[in-house]
């Protein structure tokens, strides 16, 4: 059978996985894609390397949704992966749910919904209307995370459909160990949105309560709804710098260069920064709420803090600067957890996914990260 990735835009920060399951699975894979990326993730992204994925533009065609439903009928016996619910490929779901064949399996990967109020409540039924109507028709479910599971067993889904799944993008995979240790002050890196959701504002705070020690903080990303607020206390903030925008496939190697990775999140469904962190063999001080803070949990890389409280992280943060010892272990722990959370690993991970609801193999998958 073939694999069909139904995606909104060209695979980014699950690309690493995808991509390897592409060339892994025995069948055709194809990225089907409905609409172009916005510029803002066009300076980051890669639109190059996609393994051995057939690329289909729906977008091109005029009509994506007619494109897309005509894709389906000359593709009925596939494995057909839907990124979501509400996103542009949800008409697409909507029809395999209805229009299953023998040979048709379905699989949805999705993040949490958000937690506000106008969107949680509406969310909620809507899932829980949608688990009910669907349950028999989808072969497996693959929230982002052991919270994405949590939560999605509260509207409806029966876990044993569910296997916790993750973005992963492509990163270098072989940076060598660190071994030198500075007694230089410590550089802290933030990676990411500039945005009150992903807790900048916090982490700006968290940085003036330790104003009297020494210490770097860089902060890369170069868009956002604070942009303009976060530069200008770059400029005046004497421990912090901007650092400009990273292309995605470079974040592994630059981040290879800092002591330790801060993301101080709010709220997210997977904070793929986490990955390209422990990936260049650092240490990571990461929020409660990032859902991703599970792999910094499971290899004791790092401290994990609850997300909001700016005392918290400048504690966090001050720990780190008093104790290079901590810091050294952190990048230790790093390094050993790699093998965990590779794009062989989480693809093979991926496809045993696929054997199970095929019943071609008997034990139940195991995310290899957690």
């Known amino acids: ?13 699950c690309k690493g996985v995808f991509n390897e399951v592409s060339r892994k699975w025995h069948g055709k894979t194809y990225y089907v894609i409905s609409k172009e990326i916005n510029s803002n993730r066009k300076l980051i992204n890669s639109e190059s390397d996609f393994g051995d994925a057939i690329i289909v533009f729906l977008y091109e065609s ?10 389906i009928k000359e593709h009925p016996d596939a494995f057909h992966i839907i990124n979501g619910y509400k996103s542009k490929t949800a008409v697409f779901l909507k029809y395999l749910c209805e229009n299953k064949t023998t040979n048709t399996k379905i699989l949805i990967w999705a993040e949490r919904p958000l937690p506000k109020w106008k969107t949680i409540f509406p969310f909620s039924l809507f899932h829980t209307k949608f688990a009910w109507k669907y349950r028999e028709k989808i072969d497996a479910f693959l929230p982002l995370g052991k919270e994405g599971i949590k939560m999605y067993s509260k509207l409806g889904w029966k876990k044993e459909k569910m296997f916790p799944f993750l973005y992963l993008p492509i990163m270098n995979e072989h940076l060598p160990k660190h071994i030198n240790y500075s007694d230089d002050p410590i550089r802290f890196v933030y990676l990411g949105r500039f945005s009150e959701s992903k807790g900048v504002d916090v982490l700006m705070d968290a940085c003036e309560e330790i104003a009297d020690m020494e210490y770097q903080i860089t902060l890369v990303g170069g868009y956002g709804p604070i942009k303009d607020r976060v530069l200008k206390w770059c400029d005046n903030f004497r421990q912090a710098q901007f650092g400009g925008t990273w292309p995605i496939d470079e974040a592994v190697d630059r981040l290879y260069e800092y002591d330790a990775c801060i993301i101080p999140s709010k709220y997210d469904g997977w904070n793929v920064t986490v990955n390209e962190a422990l990936m260049a063999g650092i240490g990571v001080i990461v929020t409660n709420e990032a859902v991703s803070d599970e792999m910094v949990s499971s290899s004791k890389a790092g401290m994990v803090v609850p997300a909001g409280d700016k005392r918290a992280l400048s504690k966090a943060m001050k720990k780190v600067i008093l104790d290079q010892a901590l810091v050294a272990r952190w990048k230790n722990n790093a390094y050993a957890y790699r093998n965990r959370m590779t794009a062989d690993i989480c693809a ?3 496809v045993s996914i696929l054997k199970y609801i095929m019943n071609s193999e008997s034990e139940r998958p195991k995310a290899p990260w957690i």
């Open 1 to 13: 059978m073939d694999i069909i990735f139904w995606l909104d835009t060209v695979p980014q920060v």
């Open 62 to 71: 005029g009509d994506y949704e007619r494109a897309g439903l005509d894709f």
């Open 348 to 350: 093979e991970y991926f």
